[in-house]
C-alpha cells in the first residue's frame, strides 16, 4: 500500500489522476441531487431557529442538584399546560428553559415552580425575555453581511484571476456549501442560532481559501501550457485539482479535528450552547466546503472555458494528434 507522500507524489505528477473534470456529469449530477434535497429538505422538517429569532422566554436555574430536563418541563407545563420548551444543561449544576412568550404574571408562577422543583433558592432563578424584532435585526445583517461578501468576493477573485469565469464558479461553490449546509442542519433538527450564523459566514472564508488555493494551481497549470502543451485544458484543470489533493484533505482534517474537539467539548463537558452552535456549523461547513471545491468549483471552471475558441482549437489539434499517433484521446 503506497503511503500518504507516495501518493500525493503520484497525484502531482499525474500518474495518479482522479477523474474530478472527466466526471464532472456525475458529480454536477450529485451536487444538484443534494442541494435540491437540501432545498427541500425544510418543506418537511422546518428550519429550527432559536429564541433569538422567534422571540420568546428564558429561565436560568443554577445550583441545581440534578440536571433531570423532564423536570423542568413538568414544571413549566405545570404553569402553562401548553407550553413548548426547550431545556439544556448549562455547566455541571445548571438548567436553561426557553419557553413561547409568557406574560409577566406566568414568569413569576414559572420562576417559582422550577425554584420549587430543582429545591434551589428562588433567588438562583433568573427570568428575561427576548423579542423577536431582535432576531429580525440579526438575520438582516447576516443578509446583508452575506451580500457584501459574495459581491467582494466576486470582484476580488475577477481581478486576481483576470476571469469572471473563477468567480462565477467560486460564488457557485459558495453557496453549494451555504444551502448543503443549512440542508443539513434542517434535516438533523439542529437549531440555528446567532452562533450558528457567524459560523456559517466563517465557513464560506474557509471553503473561498481553499477554492483559491486550487484555483491558482489551476491558473499556473493553464498559462504554462501554451500552444505546444500535450494536455488538453481539462486535463490540465484536472491535474491542478490532483496537485492539490492532498493538500485540501490535510487542511480539511486539520480544521476539522480541533473544531470537532471543540464541538465535544462543548455537547459534553461544558454544555455551553454558543460553542456547541458555533463549533457544530463549522465542522458541518467545513467538510461540505472540501467537497464543493472538488467536485463543483473547479470541475465547473473547466466547463465554462472549454467552449472559448482558442481552447476548443487546441483541445482539438492534440486530440487528432494523439489519434494519429495511435494513442487514447
Known amino acids: 500500500m503506497r503511503s500518504m507522500s507516495q501518493l500525493g507524489n503520484d497525484l502531482y505528477t499525474g500518474k495518479t489522476s482522479f477523474p474530478f473534470v472527466g466526471r464532472r456529469r456525475l458529480w454536477f449530477l450529485i451536487a444538484a441531487i443534494l442541494v435540491i434535497g437540501a432545498a427541500l429538505v425544510p418543506l418537511f422538517r422546518p428550519i429550527q431557529f432559536s429564541i433569538e429569532f422567534t422571540g420568546g422566554s428564558q429561565f436560568t436555574v443554577n445550583g441545581v442538584t440534578t440536571t433531570d430536563q423532564q423536570v423542568a418541563t413538568d414544571a413549566v407545563q405545570s404553569v402553562v399546560p401548553d407550553a413548548t420548551t426547550k431545556v439544556v444543561t448549562v455547566g455541571d449544576d445548571g438548567i436553561r428553559v426557553q419557553t413561547d412568550q409568557l406574560t409577566d404574571a406566568q414568569t413569576r408562577d414559572v420562576s417559582a415552580a422550577l425554584a420549587d422543583a430543582y429545591q434551589v433558592d428562588p433567588a438562583e432563578v433568573s427570568a428575561s425575555f427576548i423579542g423577536p424584532s431582535w432576531g429580525q435585526d440579526v438575520t438582516r445583517q447576516s443578509l446583508w453581511g452575506l451580500a457584501i461578501f459574495l459581491a467582494l468576493t466576486f470582484l476580488i477573485l475577477a481581478l486576481y484571476f483576470r476571469t469572471w469565469k473563477m468567480s462565477v464558479s467560486a460564488i457557485i461553490g459558495l453557496l453549494d456549501v451555504l444551502i448543503i449546509t443549512v440542508g443539513v442542519y434542517s434535516l438533523f433538527g439542529f437549531e ?137 484521446a
Do not use: H
Open 192 to 328: 440555528i442560532s446567532p452562533a450558528a450564523v457567524i459560523g456559517f459566514l466563517t465557513i464560506l472564508s474557509y471553503a473561498l481559501y481553499d477554492t483559491t488555493v486550487v484555483f491558482d494551481k489551476i491558473r499556473e497549470n493553464t498559462s504554462e501550457d501554451g500552444e505546444v502543451s500535450g494536455r488538453t485544458f481539462g486535463e490540465s484543470v484536472n491535474l491542478a485539482v490532483n496537485q492539490t489533493l492532498i493538500r485540501s484533505i490535510n487542511t480539511t482534517v486539520v480544521a476539522v479535528l480541533p473544531t470537532g474537539a471543540i464541538l465535544i467539548v462543548g455537547v459534553v463537558w461544558l454544555g455551553a450552547q454558543t460553542l456547541t452552535d458555533l463549533s457544530l456549523s463549522i465542522f458541518v461547513g467545513t467538510i461540505v466546503a472540501a467537497y464543493s471545491t472538488l467536485f463543483v468549483a473547479a470541475p465547473l471552471y473547466s466547463l465554462l472555458r472549454e467552449g472559448e475558441e482558442r481552447f476548443k482549437e487546441r483541445d482539438a489539434r492534440i486530440l487528432a494528434a494523439r489519434e494519429l499517433a495511435g494513442t487514447p
